[in-house]
């Protein structure tokens, strides 16, 4: 599917290019051009940054939390409950 009509970028190359790092909307737009003519599709750019980071935030909860002791884990849930 094409995101930016202005410069033919399809949501698969923000997609990837996300994956590889290129995760602010300045450095997507100096790589990849998008959302650098009429901005229209800024806001969907925004989202895929926004699931990104969220879905890197989740992960690093659950790496946090699958490191910690079971008496740490024991506490955390006690505590969620
Ligand atoms: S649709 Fe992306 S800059 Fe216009």
Redesign the pocket.
């Known amino acids: 599917m094409i ?5 033919e ?1 399809r949501e698969r190359q923000i997609k990837t290019a996300i994956a590889m790092g290129v995760t602010s909307m300045e450095a997507l737009k100096s790589e990849l051009d ?9 806001p969907m ?1 925004q989202d895929y940054l926004d699931e990104h980071h969220q879905s890197l935030e989740a992960y690093q909860q659950d790496v946090a939390f699958a490191t910690n002791t079971t008496s740490e884990r024991a506490g955390k849930l006690a505590y969620a409950v």
Request: charge should be negative; hydrophobic fraction near 40%; charged fraction near 5%.
């Open positions: 995101v930016c009509i202005c410069n970028v998008v959302a650098t003519c009429c901005g229209c599709c800024e750019v």
